[in-house]
């Protein structure tokens, strides 16, 4: 079956606007059953600029992509028929650089002050925040694709690590995170998170890469409304505009990384070339100095002769 690249934020965001699909793909992600969603995409806008030929001196702005993130506010369900609601923020990312856009975004989360809820004492409570970030680049964990970080209690007097779960301080003031390092999920299917998972698998593009080609048999019967979303997302024209556009826009950003590279590498090279100037004139000084004392003893024996022959001729007198 051809279904459409979920690496593209376009393809991403249309899969995450079905209600069910978003439902299905954050449970299994975090291993937690979503009952409800309530959430928002949160978007910006990439203008590429235009030369106006109307007027030389001025520019206008032409749309050229828009990329997204996700904030949710999911009910999960709990033990015992209880449920709790938790601040979701899932990222797509496909440079390093993007890693202080992910620490601004988690910022305003915490600042946030509609992630609350009403308390069994009426007092407002801060939402657990839970972050997801899907990666298209490895942050050093070779041979592990989807990995979870969770803030961990431990007396740091015997080293005994203490159950957080449920704990108010430790959940309002830690967030919890599942990290998504798409180069590792290569054809691997462990269990049903990496089938899932690899929409992602860039092993399964065809020659087009806008399309990849999966076995919807592959995948558990839970998770195929994702793939048949996709199946969608492949058909549609506009879709398929936009992530050609995607294309575009990643290229720049390519050839600018490497444009900056080269001019890093350039600079290092003058910078190298100053340095090794400045250690030549530093020994040139050091020879001037060293000559200039020997002038200046030779000076002193010579005013010493001088001294000695001025006294010569008068005792001679």
Same mark, same amino acid.
């Given at each position: 079956?051809?279904?459409?690249?979920?690496?593209?934020?376009?393809?991403?965001?249309?899969?995450?606007?079905?209600?069910?699909?978003?439902?299905? @793909?954050?449970?299994?992600?975090?291993?937690?059953?979503?009952?409800? #969603?309530? %959430?928002?995409?949160?978007?910006?806008?990439?203008?590429?600029?235009? *030369?106006?030929?109307?007027?030389?001196?001025?520019?206008?702005? /032409?749309?050229?992509?828009?990329?997204?993130?996700? !904030? %949710?506010?999911?009910? $999960?369900?709990?033990?015992?028929?209880?449920?709790?609601?938790?601040?979701?923020?899932?990222?797509?990312? *496909?440079?390093?650089?993007?890693?202080?856009? @992910?620490?601004?975004? #988690?910022?305003?989360?915490?600042?946030?002050?509609?992630?609350?809820?009403?308390?069994?004492?009426?007092?407002?409570?801060?939402?657990?925040?839970?972050?997801? @970030?899907?990666?298209?680049?490895?942050?050093?964990?070779?041979?592990?694709?989807?990995?979870?970080?969770?803030?961990?209690?431990?007396?740091?007097?015997?080293?005994?690590?203490?159950?957080?779960?449920?704990?108010?301080?430790?959940?309002?003031?830690?967030?919890?995170?599942?990290?998504?390092? $798409? !180069?590792? #999920?290569?054809?691997?299917?462990?269990?049903?998170?990496?089938? #899932?998972?690899?929409?992602?698998?860039?092993?399964?593009?065809?020659? !087009?890469?806008?399309?990849?080609?999966?076995?919807?048999?592959?995948?558990?019967? $839970?998770?195929?409304?994702?793939?048949?979303?996709?199946?969608?997302?492949?058909?549609?024209?506009?879709?398929?505009?936009?992530?050609?556009?995607?294309?575009?826009?990643?290229?720049?950003?390519?050839?600018?990384?490497?444009?900056?590279?080269? &001019?890093?590498?350039? $600079?290092?090279?003058?910078?190298?070339?100053?340095?090794?100037?400045?250690? /030549?004139?530093?020994?040139?000084?050091?020879?001037?100095?060293?000559?200039?004392?020997?002038?200046?003893?030779?000076?002193?024996?010579? /005013?010493?002769?001088?001294?000695?022959?001025?006294? @010569? &001729?008068?005792?001679?007198?």
């Amino acid at each position: 079956m051809y279904i459409a690249n979920p690496i593209y934020d376009v393809v991403f965001k249309f899969m995450m606007e079905d209600e069910k699909v978003a439902k299905s @793909f954050l449970s299994a992600i975090i291993g937690e059953e979503v009952l409800e #969603l309530d %959430f928002s995409t949160q978007e910006h806008t990439v203008y590429k600029p235009v *030369k106006d030929a109307n007027k030389e001196k001025e520019e206008k702005k /032409e749309l050229f992509l828009t990329v997204c993130r996700f !904030d %949710f506010s999911a009910k $999960i369900s709990l033990p015992g028929g209880k449920f709790k609601t938790v601040a979701v923020e899932l990222q797509k990312a *496909k440079m390093p650089s993007d890693i202080m856009r @992910f620490r601004r975004y #988690l910022g305003l989360h915490y600042k946030n002050s509609d992630n609350t809820y009403d308390g069994d004492d009426g007092e407002k409570k801060a939402r657990q925040i839970y972050c997801i @970030f899907l990666l298209g680049y490895d942050i050093g964990f070779p041979g592990h694709p989807v990995l979870q970080s969770d803030s961990q209690v431990k007396d740091v007097t015997t080293r005994e690590y203490l159950s957080a779960s449920g704990n108010e301080f430790v959940e309002s003031l830690h967030h919890r995170s599942w990290i998504v390092q $798409i !180069d590792q #999920l290569k054809q691997r299917r462990r269990n049903d998170i990496e089938k #899932l998972l690899s929409i992602f698998d860039q092993d399964n593009r065809t020659q !087009d890469h806008h399309i990849m080609n999966v076995n919807e048999n592959d995948f558990p019967e $839970i998770y195929r409304p994702i793939i048949r979303r996709l199946r969608m997302a492949c058909l549609d024209e506009q879709i398929q505009i936009e992530m050609e556009m995607e294309d575009d826009y990643l290229k720049e950003l390519q050839d600018r990384d490497r444009s900056l590279a080269a &001019k890093d590498k350039t $600079i290092e090279e003058q910078d190298k070339v100053i340095e090794e100037q400045g250690k /030549e004139l530093e020994e040139k000084d050091k020879t001037i100095e060293e000559d200039k004392k020997v002038i200046a003893e030779q000076n002193k024996e010579l /005013e010493e002769l001088r001294k000695q022959l001025a006294k @010569f &001729k008068n005792d001679n007198n």
